[in-house]
């Protein structure tokens, strides 16, 4: 069974840094896209960055871009994510998402994930 768990999230003041991490366990992840995404109240999830496992595949949305870095940590089975200059409008419940489908793929699309973290709060004060 696939777990995903987040960790990191917190209150942090405009312009500081936070890393977020996953711990994945249950399956392989070698090859498969793995994703950060995020939902603020009252919007829809967002997608915010992706990885594919194994690889040098990296995408991020534009609203992060140059700010946040997604890595993984194979040996511990890690999906992290660095986020630095934070503004308030990052402020959101931060998921962590596995797919099965597309082997080699970046997934953007919140549908084209299977399995999901509980979330980790991140709140910017400004």
């Known amino acids: 069974q696939v777990q995903l768990v987040e960790s990191g999230g917190g209150l942090v003041q405009a312009g500081g840094s936070l890393r977020l991490s996953c711990a994945a366990s249950g399956r392989s992840f070698s090859g498969y896209s793995m994703a950060w995404f995020r939902q603020a109240p009252g919007k829809d999830r967002e997608f915010v960055a992706a990885?594919?496992?194994?690889?040098?595949?990296?995408s991020y949305a534009d609203s992060v871009k140059g700010r946040f870095t997604i890595s993984r940590d194979n040996a511990k089975n890690t999906v992290n994510l660095q986020m630095k200059s934070l503004k308030p409008e990052d402020t959101a419940v931060y998921y962590c998402?596995?797919?099965?489908?597309?082997?080699?793929?970046?997934?953007?699309?919140?549908?084209?994930?299977?399995?999901w973290g509980q979330g980790t709060q991140v709140t910017v004060s400004s």
């Open positions: 998402a596995d797919t099965v489908k597309m082997y080699g793929s970046l997934l953007q699309r919140s549908f084209e994930y299977d399995y």
């Open positions: 990885i594919v496992w194994g690889g040098a595949s990296l």
